[in-house]
């Protein structure tokens, strides 16, 4: 069945990077949306955006155009979201989701991946 | 502050049905046909359980259902289990633009 496995909690400081994969199985990685959406802690979902690893587009939602770049790695089914730490207020956890399709479902979601931005 | 608004919080009885609201606007759920119903449990990734407004993803019992009204959408739970207990979330989508916008998030309580 679909799973998508993500890479394990990180902390980062103020102003450095960290990437955080999303590795896809059960299905054929091509064809599909892999989408990055943030929870803050005790908070709501936010899409962050999208990236299409057959055609290689992306689209990061103006929120996070900047600070974020979205990438994949086709034979290797996966997908990466680099972040750049701005301060605490980037503090979440953070979710790869797979959709079908451009109509704005997420049909499977990895375990999430937490990130604590921390001096 | 989210783009849709959910009650932040319902509760029902065991057996009983609730109804949670999404209220957005004709850029969103008014607009398109294309709300989402996610499942949060505590410490857990999302769960899709309505998707097109009123479609139910394989393997979602048949007691959640979808509906919408202009630009308010409604997720009903019948016959309340004690899994049901969990955030709820809905989003829609909003354009090429935006493309999909959630709620706050419903905190449903089984009593």
């Known amino acids: 069945q679909v799973q998508l496995v993500q890479s394990g909690a990180e902390v980062m400081k103020p102003g450095a990077s960290v990437k955080v994969s999303c590795k896809a199985s059960g299905f054929t990685f091509t064809g599909y949306y892999v989408h990055w959406v943030r929870q803050a802690p005790g908070q709501g979902l936010e899409w962050m955006g999208w990236i299409n690893p057959d055609r290689g587009d992306t689209h990061v939602a103006q929120n996070f155009q900047g600070w974020v770049t979205m990438t994949s790695d086709t034979p290797l089914s996966a997908a990466f979201m680099e972040l750049s730490g701005r301060g605490s207020g980037d503090t979440a956890f953070y979710y790869c989701?797979?959709?079908?399709?451009?109509?704005?479902?997420?049909?499977?979601w990895g375990q999430g991946t937490q990130v604590t931005v921390a001096s | 502050q989210s783009a849709l608004t959910q009650p932040p919080s319902a509760s029902g009885s065991f057996g009983q049905s609730v109804t949670i609201s999404c209220t957005g606007t004709g850029s969103d759920v008014g607009g398109y046909n294309y709300v989402s119903w996610y499942q949060q449990h505590p410490g857990k990734a999302p769960k899709l359980m309505i998707y097109?407004?009123?479609k139910r993803p394989s393997g979602v019992p048949d007691r959640f259902s979808g509906s919408k009204s202009g630009n308010t959408a409604s997720l009903t739970v019948s016959g309340l289990q004690a899994d049901d207990e969990a955030d709820y979330y809905c989003?829609?989508?909003?354009?090429?633009?935006?493309?999909?916008?959630f709620g706050g998030g419903t905190k449903l309580t089984v009593l």
């Open positions: 989003s829609s989508y909003a354009g090429s633009k935006i493309y999909v916008v």
């Open positions: 097109e407004v009123t």
């Open positions: 989701a797979l959709s079908f399709d451009s109509s704005g479902r997420f049909d499977h």
